[in-house]
């Protein structure tokens, strides 16, 4: 439910929670009990900082046309990141190997640790926003 600001004509501004379907109908005032209209306001966007709109925006995008990575093209990809880091990057427990699932502007970061790992010394934001880690 949404908390919409309504302002009294005769006597203040005031915040009510109501549910959408009675956005458009006005509140009753608090304090003098006349019919208020409700206020247009803007929404809070600026809080979020622009690498995590941007990789907010990405998600979004690709919910409904997710990047497919055919069959095919991961034998490149495995070679590719064992190159950049190493061919132990990819071994893990009972001596199997993954194929990293997290890619950033087509550079595969890894799995989920490694993603939080990024998070955790504060390169996350400089991948998302075009830099480098």
């Known amino acids: 439910m949404p908390l919409y600001i309504y ?8 915040s009510q929670w109501r549910p959408m379907c009675e956005a458009r109908q006005p509140a009753t005032c608090p304090n003098c009990g006349s019919a208020a209209p409700r206020a247009v306001s803007a929404p809070h966007l600026a809080v979020m900082d622009t690498g ?7 998600e979004e995008r690709s ?7 055919r069959r095919e ?42 993603l939080h790992a990024l998070e955790r010394a504060g390169k996350l934001d400089t991948l998302l926003t075009g830099g480098t880690a």
């Open 7 to 14: 302002v009294c004509r005769n006597c203040c501004e005031f």
């Open 52 to 58: 995590k709109r941007r990789a907010r925006a990405i």
């Open 63 to 69: 919910a409904d046309e997710p990047g497919v990575v």
């Open 73 to 114: 093209h991961v034998p490149d990809l495995v070679e590719r990141d064992r190159r950049a880091h190493g061919p132990r990057r990819f071994e893990r427990a009972h001596g199997r190997y993954t194929v990293p699932q997290i890619f950033i502007a087509d550079a595969p970061i890894g799995g989920s640790d490694e």
